[in-house]
Structures are given as C-alpha cells and as structure tokens.
C-alpha cells in the first residue's frame, strides 16, 4: 500500500461500516477499519440463537472473512475513545 494514498477511518464494523468499506472498495485510497470485536453480528437473528433454532456461527462471520477480496484496506480492534478531526487522529483504549 503506498503512503501517498489518502487515508480513511472508519470506526464500527456494523452495517454502515461494511457499507462505507465496500463501496471504497475501488477508490484509490487506503481504509482502515476499526472495531472492538472482529466479527458482524446480525443482530435481529439474536433471539434465534438464544432458543437454539440458529448456531451462532450463522449470524456472526469475520470481518476478515466479509472484506478478504479488498486490498486496500485494514482492520484494527480496538475502542475509540477519542477522535481529534482537526489533527485526522483516533485513538483507541490501549494507547494506539
């Protein structure tokens, strides 16, 4: 990936963050994706789960696995706790 590309933060791997990633998927940028867990969960199927019509690995796939034909992008776990626009910083809980 070449340092002179823009670079684009995207915080939370639910539907908005997957649909913002993919649609980058040919712009020639570089995506960062930032999560604190490493999965989409399909939330609305939860209750399935809970009363065992549905494994859980039905309604949860990784995003690795969701984004794994998109070169131009990365995925960071981590919480953001703070975000500074002015300077184009995120930091996450554990200091990155």
Not at 10 to 17: E, L, N, R, T
Not at 20 to 28: D, K, Q
Not at 31 to 48: E, G, M
Not at 70 to 93: C, F, H, S, W, Y
């Amino acid at each position: 990936m070449s340092g002179d590309l823009p670079r684009i933060v995207v915080i939370g791997g639910g539907f908005a963050g997957l649909y913002a990633v993919r649609g980058l998927r040919s712009a020639p940028v570089h995506v960062t994706l930032i999560d604190r867990h490493n999965h989409h969960l399909f939330a609305p199927l939860l209750y399935q789960v809970a009363t065992g019509a549905l494994a859980p690995a039905e309604i949860a796939q990784p995003l690795r696995a969701l984004l794994r034909r998109q070169a131009n992008m990365q995925i960071l776990l981590g919480k953001t706790i703070d975000l500074a626009p002015a300077n184009q910083r995120v930091r996450l809980e554990d200091g990155s």
